[in-house]
């Protein structure tokens, strides 16, 4: 539901910033899933839908809240600490949790040091997004840009959410078929297709945890061609 939203808003972005800013303003439902739009959007000056977008936010929220009062809101905390303990202590979710964090807990390293990681990476995906979003007008490669900083930088990421990575493949396919592949594109891009399938059985075959290598790789590659797009034009 979250990846259809997203896609939705990337394609009204700019025949109907409006609409778009709405379709964002309801991605509160996972905050988590929400956190990029903001900064691409500041950055390339995008008011309408940025205006729109937490508008929406906060009618969503205020309406959640006159419906069911304040005590939803202790009851969202209370779920929450719940599951900020069971991903921080315990392996099982970090195997079908393609993130850095994960990655690095399973690898023995602290939650401090795995956190920390995950911040840098996350703040990393964020610059590169907005980078992108300001050099290249081209919506393929901008959408590519943001859905895959998106799964980077949040630490509550499961298998079932890399549907948004869906979003970046069909985006870089669509630009590599009206522009030249580039060395590795194409391996890379098979590598994110088959991501989900990992994620979805690495709980049973207990494998290191490659999902941020492959996000990062994805990243790479659609940087290259924002670059080599420039540079042409």
Same mark, same amino acid.
């Given at each position: 539901?979250? =990846? @259809?939203?997203?896609a939705?808003?990337l394609?009204?972005?700019?025949?109907r910033?409006i609409?778009?800013g709405?379709?964002? @303003?309801l991605?509160a439902?996972k905050?988590?899933?929400?956190?990029?739009f903001?900064?691409?959007l500041f950055?390339?000056?995008a008011w309408r839908?940025? /205006?729109a977008a937490a508008?929406?936010?906060?009618?969503?929220a205020?309406?959640?809240?006159?419906l069911?009062?304040t005590g939803? +809101? %202790?009851?969202?905390d209370h779920a929450?600490?719940? /599951?900020?303990?069971?991903?921080f202590v315990?392996?099982t979710?970090?195997?079908?949790s393609?993130?850095t964090?994960?990655?690095?807990r399973l690898?023995? =390293?602290?939650?401090?040091v795995?956190l920390a990681?995950?911040?840098?990476i996350?703040?990393l995906?964020?610059?590169?997004a /907005?980078?992108i979003?300001?050099?290249t007008?081209?919506m393929?490669?901008?959408?590519a840009a943001l859905?895959?900083?998106?799964l980077?930088?949040t630490?509550?990421l499961?298998?079932y959410e890399?549907t948004?990575?869906?979003?970046?493949?069909f985006?870089?396919i669509?630009? @590599?078929?009206?522009n030249?592949?580039?060395?590795g594109?194409q391996?890379?891009i098979?590598?994110?297709w088959l991501?989900? +399938?990992f994620?979805?059985? %690495?709980?049973?075959m207990?494998l290191?945890? /490659? @999902?941020p290598?492959v996000?990062?790789?994805m990243?790479?590659?659609?940087?290259?061609?924002? %670059?080599l797009?420039?540079r042409?034009?």
């Amino acid at each position: 539901l979250t =990846a @259809g939203i997203a896609a939705l808003a990337l394609h009204f972005v700019g025949p109907r910033p409006i609409i778009a800013g709405v379709l964002i @303003g309801l991605l509160a439902i996972k905050p988590q899933m929400a956190m990029v739009f903001p900064f691409v959007l500041f950055a390339t000056r995008a008011w309408r839908p940025f /205006v729109a977008a937490a508008l929406t936010a906060t009618l969503l929220a205020a309406a959640g809240i006159a419906l069911t009062g304040t005590g939803a +809101l %202790n009851g969202l905390d209370h779920a929450l600490s719940i /599951v900020r303990t069971l991903h921080f202590v315990h392996p099982t979710y970090w195997f079908s949790s393609p993130t850095t964090f994960a990655a690095l807990r399973l690898a023995g =390293a602290s939650i401090p040091v795995a956190l920390a990681a995950q911040s840098a990476i996350g703040l990393l995906a964020i610059g590169v997004a /907005v980078y992108i979003w300001r050099r290249t007008p081209d919506m393929r490669l901008r959408g590519a840009a943001l859905a895959i900083a998106t799964l980077l930088t949040t630490p509550y990421l499961w298998h079932y959410e890399l549907t948004w990575l869906g979003i970046a493949v069909f985006c870089l396919i669509a630009h @590599g078929l009206e522009n030249e592949w580039l060395p590795g594109d194409q391996i890379v891009i098979v590598l994110a297709w088959l991501l989900p +399938l990992f994620e979805l059985f %690495n709980r049973m075959m207990k494998l290191p945890q /490659v @999902g941020p290598i492959v996000l990062l790789a994805m990243l790479f590659i659609t940087v290259r061609r924002v %670059n080599l797009a420039s540079r042409k034009s």
